[in-house]
């Protein structure tokens, strides 16, 4: 799976550039996201705009990897969907359970307030 990785003071961008994603690549998916638990800079922002298509077995990778992020005390936001994408995880009842924004910019504002929230509690 082809990733560009663009690394913040608080978060990191991680762009998919597939156009789509089958399930034989949930493991890659797990394997590129997973590790920034274990980085200094825990936060990730996973940018979609390159995606025209995912499996089901991948949005519930992305779903299980989400709240992962959440119990490690960290965020993880996808941004950038495409229409048919998003259409894709409405259907499964995914999209209510993920952290969406139209933009990177947005998923920051996200990363930012929850950081706040985790300071607070």
């Not at 991680?14 to 590790?35: D, G």
């Not at 990897?65 to 005390?73: G, V």
């Not at 952290?99 to 990363?111: A, C, L, P, V």
Request: charged share 30%.
């Amino acid at each position: 799976m082809k990733v560009k990785i663009d690394t913040k003071e608080k978060f990191h961008v991680i762009t998919i550039e597939e156009r789509f994603l089958s399930a034989n690549m949930t493991e890659e998916l797990q394997q590129t996201l997973l590790p920034f638990l274990n980085a200094p800079t825990k936060n990730v922002i996973v940018n979609m705009e390159h995606v025209d298509e995912i499996d089901d077995a991948v949005a519930e990778t992305l779903v299980t990897i989400q709240q992962t992020f959440y119990d490690a005390n960290s965020s993880l936001v996808i941004c950038s969907l495409k229409k048919e994408v998003e259409e894709t995880l409405d259907e499964k009842e995914f999209l209510e359970l993920m952290n969406i924004t139209r933009t990177e910019s947005e998923g920051w504002d996200i990363i930012q307030m929850e950081e706040i929230e985790r300071e607070i509690n």
